[in-house]
């Protein structure tokens, strides 16, 4: 009896709710693990569910909110709006009572004169039709919400600030009390469209229940700097926004406020001064979301991030204070957490059009394995749970892509069960310049290449996690950088990077003075990493004082580094799996 009871059973999935009285059902959704068998829609630029819903969308709507913004401004108007367009499914002509996917963007009506974006009450392409074609005909309202400043929003253009967070907050607050919705708000998008949903989290409505942030920024300072090495952009993002905003006419001083010129010397303020910067620091803490979130909202998160982002990088999700991570530090607290990290860059988890771009050790290697067509089944089972309140729950898990390609699936991420594997540099080879003798040094044009090819002669290396490199460095001057590319040492493919300031040597976004001739430890950490690296091919360290995306040192070629190999460790987090948790995506025949 056993035996047939167990046959029968076979690929079904059972749920229910804590309360034991609830009755088992069978889920309606096949199991991640079958989908692979099963017929998907491949020849869009975008995923679609198993199944189309029965609803048809409704003519769009326009709503203007009102926002007292009398207290978030020094100067501006003491009252703003914000501007949205929505879609309801034709069952709310019922009174049915709906939930609400909304699209928070500044994109709207965005770019020079004469080219704009198409404004809130076009389907946007890419993120809005995704939502509008899968969701709202399985009866879910859709809006697309233009931040103050942008768009028909009045008020001013507060890059992340405050002022924007109030204006987003109301709009969740507006679609979340109509008579039409059931009081379920979530939130998705990529990248701005994913610092939105940390503003609104930030605020901790209570009808905003989940967020999707897709590669979304969780804080201003840490995607411009890291460790202190500042990324070009830096110097220019804010005033970019701006002058893509405005109209150029005589509306446009209602959306100039203290901010904008704040944001215009942010960037060169922090490159040049460093630890001489204290206000700075006040603009950057205001811009800080997921600090905040973390203390005032108690909704779900369903974190996707591409592990080759270099727009947006998976530091935003595996950052946080040094020694730790924001992913698993909302896991600890209680959060409900799901994540999907693949080896794209700045894009979607469907988005075949921009994955076939990828380069080799920049996610090529994965490209045939990568799209993954079961994105929006995988979203609307979420969604179901969070905003529908039916279903069953989803697993709060982790996919993960490595990058080879291959799939699996994990408690979380990085995984806690990994082994520290430890590389002396001083062990391995390196060359250089040696000036006067002495350690070989970065800075000036000088590079350091330390190659470590035997360290692992018997056994593939599968680092999963967050890497780190100690460097011992003697600096020349109260400045100076590294940048670290790690390799394959047998086939050259870039596996990771990390880059810091030495000001800021302790890790993190506090720098501190240093004194020429004193010998620091540099406590770098390599964005996330999760790659497998075959036995006997071993690792090289290419060292810079600059690398991509990133500025050379504001203090040029006067503040060269002395590196003392001798005195460096190299760490990287390993695990061992047998193959039981890969995961087969559905992918193209070809």
């Not at 108690?298 to 992913?327: A, C, E, I, K, R």
Request: proline letters at 6%; glycine letters at 10%.
């Amino acid at each position: 009896m056993l035996l047939l009871l167990t046959t029968s059973l076979s690929g079904c999935v059972f749920w229910a709710d804590e309360d034991s009285s609830t009755p088992i059902e069978e889920s309606p959704y096949a199991s991640i693990w079958e989908r692979h068998t099963l017929e998907w829609q491949m020849d869009d630029s975008m995923s679609f569910l198993l199944n189309p819903g029965p609803y048809k969308a409704l003519e769009v709507a326009e709503a203007y909110i009102e926002v007292d913004t009398s207290e978030v401004w020094e100067t501006g108007p003491s009252q703003s709006t914000v501007h949205l367009s929505y879609w309801l499914p034709n069952n709310t002509l019922d009174g049915e009572q709906v939930p609400v996917i909304a699209i928070i963007s500044p994109y709207f009506d965005y770019g020079a004169q004469g080219s704009e974006s198409s404004p809130t009450n076009v389907v946007s392409a890419g993120r809005g039709e995704f939502i509008f074609q899968n969701f709202v005909p399985h009866g879910y309202a859709m809006a697309q919400v233009a931040v103050f400043g942008t768009e028909e929003s009045s008020g001013c253009f507060d890059y992340r600030g405050a002022g924007e967070g109030l204006g987003i907050h109301s709009a969740v607050e507006w679609l979340g009390s109509q008579n039409w919705s059931n009081g379920n708000v979530g939130l998705y998008g990529k990248s701005y469209e994913g610092a939105t949903q940390w503003e609104a989290a930030a605020i901790g409505s209570e009808y905003l229940k989940t967020i999707v942030p897709v590669s979304g920024t969780t804080a201003l300072h840490p995607l411009l700097y890291k460790n202190g090495s500042a990324e070009a952009r830096s110097q220019i993002m804010h005033m970019n926004y701006f002058s893509s905003t405005v109209d150029y006419d005589e509306d446009d001083f209602d959306n100039i406020c203290p901010d904008i010129v704040e944001g215009i010397f942010a960037g060169p303020v922090t490159y040049i001064a460093g630890e001489m910067d204290p206000y700075m620091q006040n603009y950057y803490d205001e811009r800080s979301h997921i600090d905040k979130a973390f203390l005032n909202w108690n909704g779900s998160v369903y974190w996707v991030q591409g592990m080759q982002d270099w727009n947006v990088d998976p530091h935003q999700v595996f950052g946080g204070p040094p020694g730790t991570n924001w992913y698993q530090t909302y896991i600890d607290a209680g959060f409900e957490v799901r994540g999907m990290m693949g080896q794209w860059g700045h894009h979607y988890p469907d988005q075949i059009n921009s994955h076939e771009g990828v380069d080799p050790g920049y996610g090529y290697e994965a490209l045939a394995n990568m799209t993954r067509w079961d994105w929006a089944q995988d979203l609307f089972e979420w969604f179901e749970y969070y905003l529908q309140e039916r279903g069953p729950k989803p697993s709060l898990n982790a996919q993960i892509q490595r990058n080879d390609g291959q799939w699996r699936i994990e408690e979380t991420w990085p995984p806690l069960d990994t082994e520290p594997f430890t590389v002396q540099l001083g062990s391995c080879s390196y060359d250089g310049v040696f000036v006067g003798g002495g350690p070989p040094v970065v800075g000036g044009g000088q590079t350091i290449t330390i190659d470590c090819p035997n360290i692992n002669p018997d056994f593939d290396m599968h680092i999963s996690g967050l890497a780190t490199i100690h460097l011992t460095a003697v600096p020349t001057f109260d400045g100076g950088q590294v940048f670290v590319e790690m390799q394959d040492a047998q086939t050259g493919m870039r596996v990771g990077h990390a880059t810091m300031d030495v000001r800021y040597h302790a890790g993190g976004s506090e720098p501190q003075t240093v004194t020429p001739g004193n010998a620091v430890t540099m406590m770098m950490e390599f964005q996330a990493i999760d790659a497998i690296i075959p036995a006997g091919n071993g690792l090289r360290f290419f060292l810079t004082d600059t690398g991509e995306d990133y500025l050379a040192p504001a203090c040029g070629s006067a503040c060269v580094l002395h590196v003392l190999p001798s005195l460096s460790v190299f760490e990287a987090p390993l695990i061992d799996r047998n193959g039981s948790n890969v995961l087969i995506t559905p992918q193209h025949e070809a």
